[in-house]
């Protein structure tokens, strides 16, 4: 069965600081693609990153990175020079190619402190 | 602006009624679902839509039917054999169904059976 793990439900990280989320999935599949999603307090979900799983590079948008070990089915998500507005839910999300359908994990709630 | 509306923000809903949801989309998208927010658990399918006219049931699809008989709007509508609606639902939408598409979500409904 393909499942999306995320084993922290919650993290803390200092204003300025870098964290990084943890998330696992499994699958048999060899083409699909990675998400994470944020959630902030309006609940409305926004996109972060993608990562195609074909792609060894892994994938950045400005303050936010993702290092994505395939073999080891992982894709953990870097947020660099924390910001009081990404504090969030935070949910990987994992899609084959070609379905409809995403799997989510259960999400990471980030604090950011002043 | 493009984007996906959902109304209600908030929704009541007494034992034993049907209540409907709405869901429109303006970023002339194909595919559209929905999904349920429950606390400490990932986004679960509920329905999702290709194409107009045609729609197959996700993961939790018992006791919520829905409509597709036009692109932009796909409203759910929770029944009373839903025994726990009690949720917060979200709506979405892709260019295509498809893990390699980008689902762009709706603000939510928060539906409370009272």
């Known amino acids: 069965a393909q499942t999306v793990t995320q084993s922290q439900p919650e993290m803390s990280v200092q204003e300025a600081e870098t964290v990084t989320l943890s998330c696992t999935y499994d699958?048999?599949?060899?083409?699909?693609?990675l998400f994470w999603y944020k959630q902030p307090p309006s609940r409305q979900m926004i996109l972060v990153i993608r990562?195609?799983?074909?792609?060894?590079q892994n994938a950045t948008e400005n303050r936010f990175s993702v290092n994505f070990q395939k073999a080891a089915k992982s894709f953990s998500l870097k947020i660099s020079d924390s910001q009081l507005g990404d504090a969030a839910m935070y949910f990987c999300?994992?899609?084959?190619?070609?379905?409809?359908?995403?799997?989510f994990g259960t999400g990471t709630r980030l604090k950011v402190l002043a | 602006d493009g984007g996906i509306t959902q109304s209600p923000k908030y929704l009541f809903r007494k034992e034993g009624q049907n209540v409907t949801l709405s869901c429109e989309q303006n970023l002339n998208h194909d595919a559209m679902y929905w999904y349920r927010q429950d606390p400490g658990q990932g986004l679960r399918l509920i329905y999702y839509s290709q194409i107009v006219n045609d729609f197959q049931k996700g993961d939790i699809a018992e006791g919520y039917s829905v409509s597709r008989e036009k692109k932009e709007s796909f409203p759910l509508t929770v029944t009373s054999a839903q025994k726990n609606p009690t949720a917060f639902y979200l709506c979405?939408?892709?260019?295509?169904?498809?893990?390699?598409?980008?689902?762009?979500f709706g603000p939510g409904t928060r539906l409370t059976v009272l």
């Open positions: 979405a939408s892709s260019l295509v169904a498809g893990g390699n598409n980008e689902q762009f």
């Open positions: 999300a994992y899609a084959v190619s070609g379905t409809y359908k995403y799997i």
């Open positions: 699958t048999s599949e060899s083409d699909y693609y």
């Open positions: 990562q195609e799983a074909y792609k060894q």
